[in-house]
């Protein structure tokens, strides 16, 4: 006997989309099976799902929860949303797994950031979540010598920046000579790259230019954080890794058509290498600072251009983009609008509940994207490249059973008053085509129709390995 049966419904299974029913039993999906099929065995509930579209949970590998904001001369303290707060709005969109950050600092010894992160985070997450290592400033033997064994232990993707971003905000950057130590690190433990590229060149004079003409608005952040830094910082840092045995790249919020053309070339060659992207740049561009409150679009790098975006959606179809994620830095909208600079505007945005439904409207409805691509893009592809695949991101036996029930019968407006992040949301006013009517975390209903059912004790920590096909080729 089942704990759950969903039925009446056509399900994105690996193999495709297609009628089926899924059984639920102890938090595990066992057994898919034709509609009806699974009816004679029973369940302690059967969910009937005719009308609506079965799909793993979404999986969002880039957010940032307690994370610092600061804004110059005040607020010096100030951290985003945490972990509560934003997973109980991911599970309200339908996503069921977030990957954050433990940030390391260089004067700290690796395993107590990692255990002080893990602090903050048990007991305290709605859903099931993971952490990228975040590596910065000028890297001591107390962060690197430990670093092989937390990829073993679990932790198994490092973030570095190759720009500090703002003037005001030293101390990010990973030197070059750093990052290639790292790669190699990462080469023989097994361990996966993502990087924040922009070149700090670039980024740093043109702050001096804009500032030097008194062109501040944020307005202009386009400029500072432009195409040319993408295509300068991208090709070298992928030049890096290409001359390391065994590394492999994950690059984050990949923002212009010159990003795009530089992983496109690598992956042609063979390299293991991998592009994100955020649903701020497939629906916004450069013109939308110009709008009233136009901070709330805005994350780093940039917002940049039609032509740009055009290259990002086209590599959504074309295997160099394979996950869309939100870059989550969820804040009141007081906080969001509180910089009008181009060196003080707040980065990141409260996006973690409505993405799967703007994706389903945009790539499904919109450009007739497949039901299988939308899932990779917004859940498998993560869960692949992440190493948390087919635990996540697999409607199959033996998956864990995050399930979400899509209902295109669903149309609305978004309206901050019906989300759970923030006061603000960047996507007011948007139409989209599904929302979810339930979300299953391992077997639990916790979220139908509206109604949160999830408890702090649900949320797990997923230690993770990063297969071995991920990091020897471009595997999807």
Not at 75 to 96: C, I, K, W, Y
Request: with cysteine.
């Amino acid at each position: 006997m089942f704990d759950l049966i969903i039925t009446g419904s056509k399900a994105v299974l690996p193999s495709g989309a297609e009628a089926a029913d899924i059984g639920i039993k102890d938090g595990k999906i066992s057994a898919v099976g034709g509609p009806g099929t699974l009816a004679p065995i029973g369940a302690a509930r059967v969910i009937d799902a005719t009308g609506q579209i079965v799909i793993p949970g979404g999986v969002d590998p880039h957010i940032h929860c307690s994370s610092p904001i600061p804004f110059p001369g005040r607020n010096e303290d100030l951290l985003s949303a945490p972990p509560e707060q934003v997973s109980r709005a991911a599970l309200h969109g339908g996503t069921t797994t977030l990957l954050d950050f433990a940030p390391c600092p260089p004067d700290e010894p690796l395993q107590r950031s990692i255990e002080r992160r893990q602090r903050e985070w048990a007991g305290a997450c709605y859903c099931d979540y993971g952490f990228h290592l975040l590596l910065h400033g000028k890297l001591s033997q107390g962060v690197l010598a430990p670093l092989p064994e937390a990829i073993q232990e679990g932790h198994a993707s490092v973030k570095m920046f190759t720009t500090d971003i703002r003037p005001n905000r030293q101390g990010r950057m990973v030197q070059f000579g750093d990052i290639w130590e790292v790669l190699k690190i990462l080469g023989t433990s097994g361990g996966i790259a993502a990087i924040h590229a922009e070149d700090n060149d670039i980024v740093m004079h043109m702050y001096e230019k804009l500032i030097r003409e008194d062109r501040v608005g944020f307005e202009n952040m386009a400029e500072v954080h432009n195409t040319l830094s993408e295509d300068l910082s991208f090709n070298r840092v992928i030049r890096l890794a290409e001359n390391v045995e065994g590394a492999a790249l994950y690059m984050v919020h990949v923002s212009a058509a010159t990003g795009v053309a530089a992983i496109a070339r690598s992956r042609a060659e063979g390299h293991a290498i991998y592009g994100e992207t955020l649903h701020q740049y497939l629906l916004y561009t450069a013109e939308d600072y110009k709008r009233p409150g136009g901070q709330m679009f805005h994350t780093y790098p940039s917002l940049k251009f039609a032509k740009d975006q055009e290259a990002l959606w086209a590599a959504t179809v074309h295997g160099v983009i394979q996950a869309i994620a939100t870059d989550e830095v969820c804040c009141p909208l007081k906080v969001k609008l509180q910089g009008r600079r181009i060196d003080d505007t707040t980065g990141g945005n409260s996006g973690v509940e409505p993405r799967m439904s703007l994706m389903y409207t945009h790539m499904v409805e919109k450009r007739g994207y497949s039901l299988p691509d939308f899932v990779g893009l917004t859940s498998a592809n993560a869960a692949r490249i992440m190493g948390l695949y087919p635990r996540k991101g697999a409607l199959a036996v033996g998956s864990d059973a995050d399930i979400v029930l899509l209902d295109p019968r669903s149309r609305r407006v978004i309206r901050k008053e019906d989300l759970h992040e923030t006061d603000y949301t960047p996507w007011e006013g948007h139409e989209v085509a599904a929302w979810p009517s339930m979300t299953i975390l391992r077997g639990k209903i916790v979220v139908e129709k509206g109604q949160f059912h999830a408890s702090l004790s649900d949320g797990q920590f997923l230690p993770r390995k990063i297969p071995d096909n991920i990091r020897s080729r471009p595997a999807m």
